[in-house]
């Protein structure tokens, strides 16, 4: 049992280059999540999807797109990296809101040089 | 404008003893708060949570207490062990939407 599988582990990108993390879920799980945790900052919300083929805005979408390719896949993507996107990345998903808890994934370490 | 918000960024707690984890809150839509706790290279993994409808939830070691007139909850652990010793989160998700929010996190640090 899986759980919540992020790719790669860790990426260094340069300035303008594009890139997207995957992620996938083995629960069945409706919701699927992309944060981000940088120093000070907490784990912010980049974008959500309530349940297949939809989407949300979190916190801090900016510079950031998202495709939920079936109910398993959640990918991001970064269409033009920025220094300011250096951070750990993590995917989470949960059953439904009702009273159910998010499940993580181990993160993506980004650098943007 | 942090939603959720953990003013403590660290505290330390002698093993043995009560540790008391604070979290403060702004929007009043919140009904469902959660406590997860992070240690280095890993991903957040789920303590405990609580409904709007509760003022307090226990889970072992772990209790969670919610003030909803003060837009507050502390999740205590008693007694501290130094395998506590984390970053822990509160979240916390607005009324019926999807989204789930986090704080800053606290450094919790218990020594012997």
């Known amino acids: 049992n899986a759980g919540v599988t992020q790719t790669p582990k860790f990426q260094v990108l340069k300035t303008g280059q594009s890139m997207t993390l995957q992620c996938a879920q083995d629960m069945n799980h409706n919701s699927m999540y992309w944060y981000r945790q940088d120093p000070g900052m907490g784990l912010r919300l980049i974008y959500y999807?309530?349940?297949?083929?939809?989407?949300d805005k979190g916190e801090v979408p900016n510079g950031y797109n998202v495709s939920r390719l079936n109910k398993r896949e959640f990918s991001l993507r970064l269409e033009s990296a920025a220094p300011s996107q250096t951070s750990v990345y993590f995917c989470?998903?949960?059953?439904?809101?009702?009273?159910?808890?998010?499940?993580f994934g181990n993160g993506t370490r980004l650098t943007v040089t | 404008d942090q939603q959720v918000k953990q003013n403590s960024p660290s505290l330390s707690v002698q093993e043995g003893r009560i540790s008391i984890l604070n979290c403060d809150y702004t929007n009043s839509m919140f009904d469902y708060f959660l406590w997860y706790k992070k240690y280095p290279a890993e991903g957040p993994t789920f303590l405990i949570s609580i409904s709007s409808i509760k003022d307090k939830n226990e889970d072992g070691r772990f209790t969670v207490f919610l003030n909803k007139s003060a837009k507050h909850l502390s999740l205590h652990i008693v007694p501290s062990q130094p395998g506590d010793s984390a970053v822990y989160f509160c979240?916390?998700?607005?009324?019926?939407?999807?989204?789930?929010?986090f704080g800053t996190g606290t450094r919790l640090q218990v020594f012997p």
């Open positions: 999807s309530a349940s297949e083929g939809t989407t």
């Open positions: 989470a998903s949960r059953r439904d809101r009702l009273g159910s808890p998010l499940h």
């Open positions: 979240a916390a998700s607005p009324y019926n939407t999807d989204k789930l929010i």
